[in-house]
């Protein structure tokens, strides 16, 4: 580990990224330790100065650590005395040189990406299930719930973001290969992209699984083209492209496979019944036989000569129940297949798996059953309730929901949509309201609900409203905590305060009930 000067500006002289640079003495110095927190710069070290709380005296304190190079967008009064090398994008030059500091471990890892707005964390989960059997306990993954990078339990821990920064994820992906791991498993949120967190990173197979209106607003994209536009990218980057032929803006899609990659390492799947458009052939397709409350069945077929070669197609069990996760189980057994997995071991490994805060049941003596899922826009509000309302036949629908600050506005509009569809009972309480009013924001989530057809009781304080919505519940009604999943931290006025998790506080309900 570690990058000569010489190296970091051939590096970026070759990106065009370089604007100018203010060197010291020798060029072959090499540095060993690289960050963009002045907190944790180590001796002979390169800091990043990057990001919109970015402070000057960070960089003193970066050099007072023993940071001896800097890279910035402009040259800093306090980076005196050390290498300066100023640049033209700061994170794009912060993914680059962080490749070739960790020694491009991805060369090392068969990786496998997911985007789209919904199914990533799931088509994830499926994925590893079925590759880590196959390749003997060494698939890594990075996710929003979790980042695994070896296979003792001391290599596995809780995410911050879904996808992490240039310099975390490199190094990430440098200790999985240290530890052993031959195939990693990651999503690539549209942020990734708006921030360059995964700029010159190429997957052996990319996956577009779905785009709706989500993460529009002032801190995330300024319009729906711009997270279309993000999410693209990550289909130029891939060997190998496999799209969900269903996805709401196909051809454009479809489009920007074909930029990089020849339509012959292109994969497409839908469900049995989709028309697709003129001259489009789907290479796979799912028949569902059975989608009920104890189990998915459903049945993957080959539709072209290049998806009979790799030898997937059979007959698949899922214990995730959610008629949605048919597809995203769709994906994650031709990515397993890519990366070399064949039926049945396929079958067996995606069988059993399940997954942090997505469809956890909880049942409650004398009332309703409870599901924590993180169903946190109207799309996968309205896929989770429509589900609930088929299988367990028009039940009265109670959902817990808040939604975040500072972050997808949309969404409150949409769950008062999906509500006013679906539910008939709503406690709106806290999720997350960052910087702003928790009022405001249920305000805005109310301001759509009809209350003709929704009753809506409005407590911020999301354990109690828990504790209301249970115990109004009666035998038979369902009870929806939504949007948290296994998050167990509130974010408030940028602190992360603990939370529980929605399914301990729901426990800690029904014990309370049991006396
Ligand atoms: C917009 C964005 O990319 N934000 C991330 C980014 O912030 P930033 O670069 O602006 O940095 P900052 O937090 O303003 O801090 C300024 C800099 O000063 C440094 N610093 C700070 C203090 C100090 O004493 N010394 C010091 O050097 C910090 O290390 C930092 O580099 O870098 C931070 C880590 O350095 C991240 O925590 C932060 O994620 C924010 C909080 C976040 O939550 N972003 C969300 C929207 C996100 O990215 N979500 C997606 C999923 C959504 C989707 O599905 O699309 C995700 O991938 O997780
Ligand atoms: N294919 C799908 N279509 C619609 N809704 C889905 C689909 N897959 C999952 N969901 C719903 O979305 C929720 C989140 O799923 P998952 O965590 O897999 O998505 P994600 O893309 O990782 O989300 P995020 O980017 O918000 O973390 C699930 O709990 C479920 O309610």
Redesign the pocket.
Known sequence: MGLTLEACILILKEHHLLKSSAIQDNLSQKFTSATYDSRKVAENGIFFCKGAKFRPIYLQMAKNNGATVYVSEQPYAEGNGMHALIVRNIRKAMSLLAAAFYDYPQDDLFVVAYT????????AYFTRGILNPVTNNRTAMFS?VERVVGPKPEEQFLSDL?TPESLDLFHDMRQAVDNGMTHLVM?V?SQAYKKNRVFGLTYDVGFF??ITPDHIGPNEHPTFADYLHCKLQLLVNARKCVINAETDYFQEVYAAATTTTSPDSIYLFASADYQAPAGIDIDFRFASQEADLAKSRFKLEAGTLKAEQLKITGEYELELI?D??E??ACAAIIGAGLAGATYPDTAKGIANVQIPG??EKLDVPNHGRVYV????NY??MV??LSFFKKEYHQPHIIVVVGSPGDKGVSRREGFAKALNQLAQRAFITNDDPGFEEPQDIADQIIAGIDPNKVEVTVELDRAKAIELAIKESQPGDIVVLAGK?SDAEQKVRGVNTPWPTDMVVAKDVVAKLRG
């Open positions: 789209g707005t919904k199914g990533k964390t799931t088509s929003t879904t999503e949120s699984l779905n959610g949605y996760n597809s995203n997505r469809m899922d993180y169903a946190h799309a996968s896929a989770l999943g």
